[in-house]
């Protein structure tokens, strides 16, 4: 085809997709996350449903072109329901040699390939310990491979800027997502529109970035290698108003929609820590909505300030991760023998110690349940999805407040870093939250209890005829005067684990997903919903009788877990540690046998290794 200024551009073909998973990897200077963002996104806005994982390395500035510094984000788009960023990928965007040979396992054969050739010089192969070109030696020949000079075109596309040449190279990625934006026929304007906002103080931020998007966009245009470009149609979502959030910031945002609900400040007390930390950075955005942070100066500061502020009338709240955690221990066994609500945020990480802090894993569960000396049971819920950490952390806030009790919300990496498409929910159509509290009267007793749920009420400082003594020491069970009876030891004991238990009687009942009965029955929590509904699905649509329960409340359990269990032939719980909620079910269900699947990788599941596990059981 000739057009208009007399260019020759190539007549290609257009394919229709369901859905397509792409992978964007570089150095952790390449800007790979932003590329990432942009295109899931300009997706979202098109009406796409969208999955995505971000990969950090631990390091903030890994050493330029090395194995460990490699950064990468994938997306996973489509017209159809889509519950995870996909296993293997359709694209491949590979921005220097050490990327290359880090992710091209996950490149399935005969799809695209996208490499910036100024980078694959012998300085980045010595690097990433590379002995041979593997753009020269044939490795790469069962791919769809374009080469691309990336760096040299966008640095050309820039000349005339009074940039210098490091500020021209790091837009590269925009040529790059240009390119991408060409052959899934997504448009530019939202990236445009985002330049313009962000940088709108920067006019040549705004302009190089741009150049270098459009660059790449119509540079793919002109390539007679790329023969066909694809669409992925609007997928089809309940009517509504949408916007793409991580965990994280769902997280915050739940938080400060329970404390309007309840009619409370929202106190949060934190120490940053990977990779808890976007919440509190979230919330200190929103003075005007009634919400205080501190950022303490260690983790047990920030969960005795967040106690403080429960004993004087704030929705408070403290975020970690599993290393702060057992910092926070003893402070969590203070809130739970005083009774106050207490929201205790775990994102969990790869551990122990420092682990791996850009990693995801579950492997605080047994921590949450019973890392607390002497008899301490917390209520513990645990988000499956990244929009759904909104609703857990309302729900978290709405059980502490109504039961005076600390709660333990457990979301993790892979989920806090990950997004969705989220509907936005207005505060009206949320369930009310009622703080028990009295505000009047002659007399007070902290310990007097509702015989419905054991919950205590409580008496904010400063009310009229209600002082009283709270402390560590235990407490008399009614008076809250301090009682070495043993005997009211024994049945303190008892009342703080029997009211936990009475939450049962709130939270709903479980439905299994895809089969109510068969052969194989998947038992997940947490995080590892979308990755295990992928495979059920899929191994369902095989011809299997697979049914998926997944667990967002996790002490108790729902009522009818064993209900559920009674109809399946085998049983296997599937978790990204050693079997941590397997041991907790052997222990509560003696009567069945429960089969295992763990993965310690620091990465989530796949639908192959999932289907392959489930097909041997059965």
């Known amino acids: 085809m000739i057009t208009e200024d007399n260019q020759v551009k190539p007549t290609r073909e257009s394919a229709e997709l369901e859905n397509v998973a792409i ?36 390091e903030i500035r890994a050493p330029q072109g090395s194995l460990y510094g ?6 996973q788009i489509g017209s159809v329901n889509i519950t995870s960023p996909g296993d293997s990928v359709d694209m491949l965007v590979a921005m220097n040699p050490a990327a290359l040979k880090t992710n091209i396992g996950s490149l399935k054969a005969g799809q695209i390939l996208i490499v910036d050739t100024d980078e694959f010089n012998s300085k980045n192969f010595e690097k990433a310990h590379i002995d041979v070109n593997p753009l020269e030696d044939g490795s790469l020949s069962s791919f769809k491979v374009i080469q691309v000079a990336m760096t040299s075109l966008t640095r050309e596309a820039l000349s005339g800027m009074t940039l210098d040449n490091k500020s021209m190279t790091r837009s590269k990625n925009m040529f790059a997502l240009g390119m991408v934006y060409f052959i899934y026929n997504r448009s530019m304007e939202h990236t445009v529109e985002f330049f313009e906002k962000k940088f709108g103080k920067k006019p040549e931020v705004v302009e190089a970035n741009v150049k270098a998007l459009k660059a790449g966009y119509y540079f793919a245009e002109t390539l007679e290698i790329i023969s066909t470009t694809y669409q992925i149609a609007p997928a089809k979502m309940k009517a509504g108003t949408y916007r793409i959030i991580n965990g994280n910031q769902a997280t915050a945002w739940g938080l400060m929609a329970a404390a309007h609900n309840a009619d409370m400040r929202l106190f949060l007390g934190s120490y940053p820590i990977t990779p808890a930390t976007e919440i509190l950075s979230e919330l200190t955005n929103y003075p005007n909505f009634n919400v205080k942070t501190f950022q303490a100066e260690d983790e047990i500061a920030g969960i005795t300030s967040s106690i403080g502020a429960a ?31 207490l929201v205790i945020v775990n994102v969990q990480r790869g551990g122990p110690s420092t682990g791996l802090p850009t990693k995801t894993e579950q492997s605080d569960l047994l921590q949450a349940l019973y890392g607390r000396h002497g008899e301490s049971p917390m209520i513990v819920l645990a988000a499956s999805t990244p929009e759904n950490c909104f609703n857990y952390a309302f729900q978290a806030c709405k059980l502490a407040v109504e039961h005076n009790t600390p709660v333990i919300l457990l979301t993790d990496g892979y989920i806090a870093n ?30 007097d209890r509702d015989e419905k749920t ?11 005829n209600m002082e009283h003594r709270l402390g560590g020491l235990e407490k008399d069970k009614s008076t809250g005067n301090i009682s070495y009876v043993p005997e009211n030891h024994e049945l303190m004991v008892q009342i703080r684990e029997e009211k936990v238990q009475r939450v049962q009687n709130e939270i ?13 029955l998947v038992i997940g929590w ?70 295992q699947y763990n993965k310690i990788q620091g990465f989530p599941f796949t639908t192959v290794e999932l289907t392959d596990r489930f097909k041997e059981l059965i």
């Open 23 to 58: 992978r964007f990897v570089g150095d952790s200077g390449d800007g790979m996350q932003l590329t990432g963002t942009q295109f899931s996104d300009t997706s979202a806005m098109f009406g796409n449903d969208v999955a995505t994982f971000p990969n950090y390395p631990a």
């Open 70 to 75: 490699v950064s990468g984000f994938q997306v």
């Open 311 to 341: 004993f004087a009338g704030n929705m408070a709240v403290t975020t970690t991760s599993g290393p702060g955690l057992a910092l926070k221990t003893e402070a969590m066994g203070l809130a739970l023998m005083m009774e106050l609500p």
């Open 418 to 447: 990950g997004s969705a498409p989220w509907k936005i929910q207005k505060t009206s159509e949320l369930p009310k939250i009622t703080p028990r509290v009295i505000k009047t009267g002659d007399h007070y007793n902290p310990y």
């Open 454 to 464: 054991l919950a205590r009420s409580l008496a904010y400082p400063g009310t009229p």
């Open 508 to 520: 709903p009942l479980l439905k299994t997903e895809y089969q109510e009965e068969g052969d194989l």
């Open 526 to 595: 947490g995080g590892t919903y979308g990755n295990l509904s992928a495979a059920v699905h899929q191994i369902n649509k095989e011809g299997y009788k697979v049914g998926h329960m997944h667990l967002n409340y996790i002490n108790p359990l729902p009522k009818n877990v064993v209900d559920i269990m009674k109809k399946f032939k085998k049983l296997v719980v599937c978790e990204l540690n050693t079997g941590q909620m397997a041991k907790v079910f052997r222990i509560n269900f003696p009567e069945f046998q429960f089969h």
